[in-house]
């Protein structure tokens, strides 16, 4: 996340170490001229001192801006890169861990942005401290160590508090992630909630309010925790302050001469002091979102090399030929679903219907034909060939559309729609002229029924002009016309155009249009019939 180049280190000490020393002249002066010190009553003092202003208040500025252009490209580069880790995680993992894990992370790495200015601010603070204690000790040790003794033992305080506070912290992080859960279901299931006064008040009673309750009571505690250390601070400098005035000179450690010079000292570490005490909390919080976020890189660590070139471009496909190929969800739920052996090759050009009952499979199957999911046994071979995968080799020969297909807002792909004259033509083919009736890319990417967006998902796979075509329960939000006409025509069409379609679906009625069924039982293949040989065994209904 954040890694100290020396080049840094360098550049911070170039500012820290100025920065202390003018800031130090600063009181130095103010320490002689208080003390009536002759030689610093000269009129030239004026100028030196505000020179010492002006040269600080120049540093800082030109210091910060640096400060603030590293902590920026720090959190915009670690933004980009998140997205990125998520972009090629497998799917698995997202499914496993959800996405407001990925809030959380935003959140965190907005926390740790702050780092760079955090670490300015302690070496500052630091040198500014050890200086004015070097100073004391000139002026008399005993008093000195007194006053070091007492600034001890504040500062331990703090780090036990500080250090007890870490868990809470975590704590506090754990219900957001559950509250960023809520407002999920909250906004994907807002009609839901709309219709069902009892799911409204049950998601607001039963889990957001007793949520939120506890993270404020939590937050609270924290914040009040933070702000009870710092008034300490503050009041216990007081109490160093009421013993430099009166117990130090008392007990004659102190000359009465030395105690302005003390307590200018001390009134002036007593910034450093309270950035130090200050950055204690914050340094909490980087501990718990740098914990998360290695923990979150971690998760959605991915092992496999990112294709990095398409090494499939001229997508060739002639085969796939899964063999014992067999698939298990990587979670510890009990009889978690197994998939498989399967024993299945499929060939260039072959239309494919995938069948079986609900939790069968066939979802499942398709994860692992697109290389989604990877198998945990068996070989897949593509185009007789043992040395391709279908993720390096394969992938981007496919076209997909899911169950729950999405329109992005843009357009990701190579093509464009705009003065496209085969989107125009697939516009009619799909019936959804009447509905778009531009070629602008926002007019594509519009809101639509369901059907209507399914039509739209397979004019964008087809324009990708892949030779295998994958389809889970396309045909489902079709009205029955469009639906007749997607097996009866679409489909013989895409076979000619030569290819290969491999489509879920539980209409039994055209099973006729495929050249194969292949049924899912169980995570297994019952049946894997060729619809030319055995019409009759399709009217005898494959579901038996
Ligand atoms: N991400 C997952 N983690 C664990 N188990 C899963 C996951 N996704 C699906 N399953 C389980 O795998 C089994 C097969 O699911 P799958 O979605 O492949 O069935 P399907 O045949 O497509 O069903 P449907 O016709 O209802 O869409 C089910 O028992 C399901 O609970």
Known sequence: ????????????????????????????????????????????????????????????????????????????RNEKNLFDQILKAPLGIIEKYGTQRFYTAMEDLRVFSNLPYTVTHTISSLLMLILGIVYMFTLSTISAGIVLALILM??????????????????LRKFNEYYYKYVDDLI????????????????????????????????????????????????????????????????????????IAYVVVILFISGPINNLVNLQQVYTRFMVANKRIKTFMKDFQNDDQEVVALNNKDHQFLSIEFKNMGFEYGNDVENSF???????????????????????????????????????????????DANLTIKDDLQDSMTSIF???????????????????????LLETMQLDNVVTDDKEESARRKFSKGQSKRMSMIFALLEKKPILILDEWAADQDPHFRKYFYEDLIPRLREEGKTIIAVTHDDAYFHCADRIIKFDY?????DVSVIDNREELAENLWA
């Open 188 to 259: 994907m299931g807002f009609k839901e909630l709309k219709l069902s006064a009892v799911k409204r008040q049950n998601i607001m009673k039963k889990f957001l309010e007793p949520n939120r309750d506890k993270s404020e009571k939590l937050d609270f505690k924290i914040n009040y925790v933070f702000l009870s250390i710092n008034m300490i601070s503050q009041y216990g400098l007081y109490a160093v302050i009421a013993a430099v005035l009166f117990g130090l000179p008392a007990l004659g450690f102190l000359q009465r001469e030395d105690v």
């Open 1 to 76: 996340m954040l890694k100290l180049k020396p080049k840094n280190i360098i550049l911070l000490l170039l500012y820290a170490i100025p920065n202390t020393v003018l800031s130090f002249g600063i009181i130095y002066i103010i320490n002689n001229v208080l003390a009536g010190n002759e030689s610093f009553l000269k009129d030239y003092m004026a100028i030196v001192f505000l020179s010492f202003i002006g040269y600080t208040y120049l540093l800082n500025i030109i210091f910060q801006k640096g400060l603030n252009k590293y902590a920026f490209n720090l959190l915009y």
């Open 154 to 171: 504040v500062a331990v305080c703090y780090f036990i508090v500080m250090n007890s506070m870490s868990k809470q912290v975590s704590t």
């Open 403 to 425: 169950t729950n297909n999405h329109i992005f807002s843009n357009n990701y792909d190579d093509y464009t729609v705009e003065n496209n004259s085969e989107y125009k033509k």
């Open 523 to 527: 995570g297994k293949i019952v049946k």
């Open 338 to 384: 197994e998939l498989g052996p399967i024993d299945l090759s499929i060939r260039k050009g072959e239309v494919i219907f995938i069948v079986g009952g609900n939790g069968s499979g066939k979802s499942t199957f398709i994860n692992v034909l697109t290389g989604l999911y990877k198998p945990s046994t068996g070989n897949v071979i593509i185009n007789n």
